[in-house]
Nanobody, 127 residues
Framework: QVQLEESGGGLVQAGGSLRLSCAAS????????SGWFRQTQGKAREFVAA????????YYAGSVKGRFTISRDNAKNTMYLQMNSLKPEDTAVYYC????????????????????WGQGTQVTVSS
């Protein structure tokens, strides 16, 4: 079992920045590929960014590419999402997720690939 806990959400003005953290416990985080998803009320959860277990490979949704950066510190069992140039349409509950993988370079963008999820953190961007 892996437990995930997000933090760092909040209220920010358009154009501002936030950094989300996802702290993992229960298993060796190094063995898990990870990702960020987000969900707004009444809509399906959508992919934001993914990172391989080594951190060497990343992938972004087109709507956030160039503004968001996913990273991880395996020594601290923590993953991050740096969000810059935030827009009102980025308002959502953000979730981190992780799944065991034997490949150091692979990442996953499908929601149903992930086995473990955090409880979510609210990000609100005002115009």
């Amino acid at each position: 079992q892996v437990q995930l806990e997000e933090s760092g959400g909040g209220l920010v003005q358009a154009g501002g920045s936030l950094r989300l953290s996802c702290a993992a416990s229960g298993r060796t985080f190094t063995n898990y590929a990870s990702g960020w998803f987000r969900q707004t009320q009444g809509k399906a959860r959508e992919f934001v960014a993914a990172i391989s277990r080594s951190g060497a490979n990343t992938y972004y949704a087109g709507s956030v590419k160039g503004r968001f950066t996913i990273s991880r510190d395996n020594a601290k069992n923590t993953m991050y999402l740096q969000m810059n140039s935030l827009k009102p349409e980025d308002t959502a509950v953000y979730y981190c997720a992780t799944v065991y993988t034997s490949s150091s370079g692979i990442y996953y963008i499908r929601e149903d690939t992930y086995d473990y999820w955090g409880q979510g953190t609210q990000v609100t961007v005002s115009s």
